[in-house]
């Protein structure tokens, strides 16, 4: 079977962008994770070790959020790839990168990036 857990609105700040400021000053940064698994055997279990840990998504994204990027396309690859490796059950991913009031020379809500795997 085809199941999804969402992991959404991972809010962070970070220091990634291709400015130097951006790098000392920062943003702020939302994140959404959205994994395709099969959890059929924790609707009898009720067992955590059934399914997929959303600590886990959550602490992969916090990790490579604190790793400063010039683009949030590297970031987000980083995060697909380490969700890839380390989540027991993945059939697959998707992660969106979202970059609150991004310095484009222009009044904009935000920018966003989304990988699928």
């Known amino acids: 079977m085809k199941h999804t857990i969402e992991v959404n609105g991972i809010k962070l700040y970070a220091f990634h962008g291709c400015l130097d400021e951006e790098g000392k000053i920062g943003g702020h940064y939302t994140v959404d994770v959205s994994i395709t698994t099969d959890f059929t055997a924790s609707f009898s279990s009720d067992e955590l070790e059934d399914t997929i840990d959303y ?5 992969i994204v916090r990790e490579e959020m604190a ?3 010039k683009l949030i396309e590297h970031v987000g690859y980083r995060i697909s790839q380490r969700l890839k490796q380390e989540i027991k059950g993945l059939h697959s991913s998707k992660v969106k990168v979202i970059k609150h009031c991004p310095p484009i020379g222009g009044d904009v809500d935000d920018v ?3 990988i699928e795997n």
């Open 67 to 69: 790793i400063r990027s």
């Open 55 to 59: 600590v886990a998504i959550n602490s």
């Open 112 to 114: 966003a990036i989304i």
